[in-house]
C-alpha cells in the first residue's frame, strides 16, 4: 500500500539541519542573536515595520490582546471558522467573544454579518474584530479596515494560515498578509502543519512602534533593561518589571530554522498553487463537488477544502486508502466551552452548513504528482461506487 498521505506535512531539508546544528553548537540556544535576524526577515518578507517573534501562534495573539488592553469589559468579534487560537485570546484577558457568520463563498467572516452584529448593540460595545485569512484566502483588510474606522475597533489579523498571500485594494496594489498596514496587529504561526515550520513558533507583525514595544516588553516578563525606559538605575545588573508580562519566547534554533525555512517560502508557495490548480482542473464539472470555484489570486493555499455529501463516509474511505484528510473547522461556537458562555443561543448558519460539507485534502510542497493523482482517483472511485 501506499504511504501515508496526510492532510498537511513539514519540509526539513539538509540546510535546515545545518542552520539549527550550527546554532546548537554556538553560544546562545535563547536570546541570541538568531531572533533578531529571523524577525527582521519576516517582517521583509510581509512587508511590515516591525515583527516580534515569539512561542507560538497563541502566544502571539495573547500579546496582541495584551497589548490592546483587552478586559473583562471589552467585546471583540471573531468567525466561528478558525482555530480555537483565534477566540481563545480574547478569553485569556476575561474578555467576551462574539462570532457572526462567514461569507459563503470565501469562508472568511462575512463583513455585511460584522457590522449587522455592531450595530444589534449599543454603540462602543465592540472593542475590536479578528478576522482569519482562513485557508490561506486573504480576507480583505482594506473592508475590514473601514468598518472598524465606522466603529473605533482595532484589528488582529489572524495570518496563520497566509503568508505570502495577498488580495488586490481599490487602487489596484497587492496587499499582503501581515504587512500590518491596515490593522494593528498581524499574526502568524511556524506549527509544522503551517507553510514555514519551527516545531513551535509564533509571530506578530505591526507598524505601530509605541504597540511593538510593548509586544518586546510583555514577551519577556515585562521586564526592560533598555536605560532609556528604566525609572532609575542602579548599575550593571539593574532591571525593571514594568508591566505584568510573560515568557513568550522562541528560542534561537528555533528561529534559526524559521530564517532557514523562509528562503523556500516562495517556491513552497507556487508549488501550493499550483497542486491547488491540479485538484481545481481534475474536479471541474464533477458533480459530486459543491460549489465549484476557480483558482483564487494571492490565495495561499494552506489548505485545499472540498465541500462534499456523505463528508464522513469519504473520511473514512480515504483513511482506509492511507490518505488522512482532515476537517477545518469544527466550528468554535459549537464547542461546549464557548456554548456554556453563550448558553447555546449563538447560530451560524452558513459556517454549520459549510462545516458539514467540508474536508481538506492533502496539499503540502512536497506531495508529488502521483500522490495528489491517487488522492484524486481515490476520490472518484468512492463517488462512482455510489
Ligand atoms: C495554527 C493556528 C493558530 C495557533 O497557532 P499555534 O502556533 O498552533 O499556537 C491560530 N490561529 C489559526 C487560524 C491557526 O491556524
Same mark, same amino acid.
Request: one cysteine or more.
Given at each position: 500500500?501506499?504511504?501515508? =498521505?496526510?492532510?498537511?506535512?513539514?519540509?526539513?531539508?539538509?540546510?535546515?539541519?545545518?542552520?539549527?546544528?550550527?546554532?546548537?553548537?554556538?553560544?546562545?540556544?535563547?536570546?541570541?542573536?538568531?531572533?533578531?535576524?529571523?524577525?527582521?526577515?519576516?517582517?521583509?518578507?510581509?512587508?511590515?515595520?516591525?515583527?516580534?517573534?515569539?512561542?507560538?501562534?497563541?502566544?502571539?495573539?495573547?500579546?496582541?490582546?495584551?497589548?490592546?488592553?483587552?478586559?473583562?469589559?471589552?467585546?471583540? #468579534?471573531?468567525? !466561528? =471558522?478558525?482555530?480555537?487560537?483565534?477566540?481563545?485570546?480574547?478569553?485569556?484577558?476575561?474578555?467576551?467573544?462574539?462570532?457572526?457568520?462567514?461569507?459563503?463563498?470565501?469562508?472568511?467572516?462575512?463583513?455585511? @454579518?460584522?457590522?449587522?452584529?455592531?450595530?444589534?448593540?449599543?454603540?462602543?460595545?465592540?472593542?475590536?474584530? =479578528?478576522?482569519?485569512?482562513?485557508?490561506?484566502?486573504?480576507?480583505?483588510?482594506?473592508?475590514?479596515?473601514?468598518?472598524?474606522?465606522?466603529?473605533?475597533?482595532? #484589528?488582529?489579523?489572524?495570518?496563520?494560515?497566509?503568508?505570502?498571500?495577498?488580495?488586490?485594494?481599490?487602487?489596484?496594489?497587492?496587499?499582503?498578509?501581515?504587512?500590518?498596514?491596515?490593522?494593528?496587529?498581524?499574526?502568524?504561526?511556524?506549527?509544522?502543519? @503551517?507553510?514555514?515550520?519551527?516545531?513551535?513558533?509564533?509571530?506578530?507583525?505591526?507598524?505601530?512602534?509605541?504597540?511593538?514595544? @510593548?509586544?518586546?516588553?510583555?514577551?519577556?516578563?515585562?521586564?526592560?533593561?533598555?536605560?532609556?525606559?528604566?525609572?532609575?538605575?542602579?548599575?550593571?545588573?539593574?532591571?525593571?518589571?514594568?508591566?505584568?508580562?510573560?515568557?513568550?519566547?522562541?528560542?534561537?534554533?528555533?528561529?534559526?530554522?524559521?530564517?532557514?525555512?523562509?528562503?523556500?517560502?516562495?517556491?513552497?508557495?507556487?508549488?501550493?498553487?499550483?497542486?491547488?490548480?491540479?485538484?481545481?482542473?481534475?474536479?471541474?464539472?464533477? !458533480?459530486?463537488?459543491?460549489? %465549484?470555484?476557480?483558482?483564487?489570486?494571492?490565495?495561499?493555499?494552506?489548505?485545499?477544502?472540498?465541500?462534499?455529501?456523505?463528508?464522513?463516509?469519504?473520511?473514512?474511505?480515504?483513511? %482506509?486508502?492511507?490518505?488522512?484528510?482532515?476537517?477545518?473547522? =469544527? !466550528?468554535?461556537?459549537?464547542?461546549?466551552?464557548?456554548?456554556?458562555?453563550?448558553?447555546?443561543?449563538?447560530?451560524?448558519?452558513?459556517?454549520?452548513?459549510?462545516?458539514?460539507?467540508?474536508?481538506?485534502? !492533502?496539499?503540502?510542497?512536497?506531495?508529488?504528482?502521483?500522490? %495528489?493523482?491517487?488522492?484524486?482517483?481515490?476520490?472518484?472511485?468512492?463517488?462512482?461506487?455510489?
Amino acid at each position: 500500500m501506499i504511504d501515508k =498521505i496526510p492532510y498537511g506535512k513539514q519540509d526539513i531539508t539538509s540546510e535546515d539541519l545545518q542552520a539549527v546544528t550550527s546554532v546548537l553548537t554556538g553560544e546562545f540556544l535563547t536570546q541570541g542573536p538568531a531572533v533578531s535576524i529571523f524577525e527582521n526577515e519576516f517582517a521583509a518578507y510581509v512587508g511590515a515595520k516591525y515583527a516580534v517573534a515569539v512561542s507560538n501562534g497563541t502566544t502571539a495573539l495573547h500579546l496582541c490582546t495584551l497589548a490592546l488592553n483587552v478586559n473583562k469589559d471589552t467585546n471583540v #468579534i471573531t468567525t !466561528p =471558522i478558525t482555530f480555537a487560537a483565534s477566540a481563545n485570546c480574547v478569553r485569556y484577558c476575561g474578555g467576551s467573544v462574539y462570532f457572526a457568520d462567514i461569507d459563503k463563498d470565501s469562508f472568511v467572516l462575512d463583513i455585511a @454579518k460584522t457590522e449587522e452584529l455592531i450595530l444589534s448593540k449599543p454603540a462602543g460595545f465592540f472593542s475590536g474584530i =479578528i478576522p482569519v485569512d482562513f485557508a490561506g484566502f486573504a480576507a480583505n483588510m482594506e473592508a475590514f479596515r473601514e468598518l472598524a474606522n465606522r466603529y473605533n475597533l482595532w #484589528i488582529i489579523e489572524d495570518a496563520c494560515h497566509s503568508p505570502g498571500g495577498f488580495f488586490i485594494d481599490k487602487k489596484g496594489l497587492k496587499q499582503y498578509c501581515g504587512s500590518a498596514g491596515l490593522t494593528e496587529f498581524c499574526v502568524f504561526s511556524f506549527h509544522p502543519v @503551517k507553510h514555514i515550520a519551527c516545531g513551535e513558533g509564533g509571530m506578530i507583525t505591526t507598524n505601530d512602534e509605541t504597540l511593538y514595544k @510593548k509586544l518586546l516588553l510583555l514577551r519577556t516578563h515585562g521586564i526592560t533593561r533598555d536605560p532609556s525606559l528604566l525609572e532609575h538605575n542602579e548599575g550593571g545588573w539593574w532591571y525593571e518589571m514594568q508591566e505584568l508580562g510573560y515568557n513568550y519566547r522562541i528560542t534561537d534554533f528555533q528561529a534559526a530554522l524559521g530564517s532557514s525555512q523562509l528562503k523556500r517560502a516562495e517556491l513552497g508557495l507556487a508549488r501550493r498553487r499550483e497542486i491547488a490548480e491540479r485538484y481545481q482542473s481534475a474536479f471541474m464539472n464533477k !458533480p459530486y463537488i459543491l460549489g %465549484q470555484s476557480g483558482v483564487v489570486e494571492g490565495h495561499a493555499y494552506h489548505l485545499y477544502v472540498i465541500r462534499i455529501e456523505k463528508r464522513k463516509e469519504l473520511y473514512d474511505y480515504l483513511k %482506509q486508502k492511507n490518505i488522512y484528510c482532515q476537517v477545518h473547522y =469544527i !466550528p468554535v461556537h459549537t464547542m461546549p466551552y464557548y456554548k456554556r458562555l453563550s448558553g447555546e443561543k449563538v447560530s451560524m448558519p452558513v459556517a454549520e452548513q459549510y462545516y458539514s460539507e467540508c474536508l481538506s485534502l !492533502p496539499m503540502y510542497p512536497t506531495l508529488t504528482n502521483e500522490q %495528489q493523482d491517487y488522492v484524486i482517483r481515490e476520490i472518484d472511485l468512492f463517488f462512482n461506487s455510489l
